[in-house]
T-cell receptor
Framework: KAGVTQTPRYLIKTRGQQVTLSCSPISGHRSVSWYQQTPGQGLQFLFEYFSETQRNKGNFPGRFSGRQFSNSRSEMNVSTLELGDSALYLC????????????FGSGTRLTVV | GDSVTQMEGPVTLSEEAFLTINCTYTATGYPSLFWYVQYPGEGLQLLLKATKADDKGSNKGFEATYRKETTSFHLEKGSVQVSDSAVYFCALSVSFNKFYFGSGTKLNVKP
């Protein structure tokens, strides 16, 4: 079966712009989570969506937002981009409970210049 | 709060050497524990997991045992291969798909 698909794979944006990243989970997975990965901070949890509702949120400013659609696809948006937002953004999907673990996508590499 | 601490890398080994990557955790409640592996340019892949104390997760020759008394989940492999070169992440989850990841340990295996 198809894995978790993230688009685009690479993105270059200018400071102050906004960006939208997309994630299509594995068919049947209703939970989608987003992580930011940087060399300095490692993997940091952004938020998790289940059945179109945000169920968990990490400690990121309000510039970071997300949503989930009825088909479980998810988008995350970052407004007013800063240089420090340059990172690999990873999406992960799973069934409803944490016991099974995630399946991650390959990520979107965002560079802010 | 909940957290994971794993040994810093990089770890450099020769092929067929024994591998141990240490991982300890702090958690409220009863977490599930995981090891993930990340190859260059890719996302993370689930390597193995354990959901309760004394469980042993295993996959592709890798093993880790959930030790509640020492709050540890060390990753081991008896004989590493060059293809095992990657970054390994220890992680825990206590609720609703909120995971806490360690900082990652880079493994370099030389032929």
């Amino acid at each position: 079966k198809a894995g978790v698909t993230q688009t685009p794979r690479y993105l270059i944006k200018t400071r102050g712009q906004q960006v939208t990243l997309s994630c299509s989970p594995i068919s049947g997975h209703r939970s989608v989570s987003w992580y930011q990965q940087t060399p300095g901070q490692g993997l940091q949890f952004l938020f998790e969506y289940f059945s179109e509702t945000q169920r968990n949120k990490g400690n990121f400013p309000g510039r970071f937002s997300g949503r989930q659609f009825s088909n479980s696809r998810s988008e995350m948006n970052v407004s007013t981009l800063e240089l420090g937002d340059s990172a690999l953004y990873l999406c992960a999907s799973s069934l409803s409970s944490p016991g099974g673990g995630y399946t991650f996508g390959s990520g979107t590499r965002l560079t802010v210049v | 709060g909940d957290s994971v601490t794993q040994m810093e890398g990089p770890v450099t080994l020769s092929e067929e050497a024994f591998l141990t990557i240490n991982c300890t955790y702090t958690a409220t409640g009863y977490p599930s524990l995981f090891w993930y592996v990340q190859y260059p340019g890719e996302g993370l892949q689930l390597l193995l997991k354990a959901t309760k104390a004394d469980d042993k997760g295993s996959n592709k020759g890798f093993e880790a045992t959930y030790r509640k008394e020492t709050t540890s989940f060390h990753l081991e492999k008896g004989s590493v291969q060059v293809s095992d070169s990657a970054v390994y992440f220890c992680a825990l989850s206590v609720s609703f798909n909120k995971f806490y990841f360690g900082s990652g340990t880079k493994l370099n295996v030389k032929p």
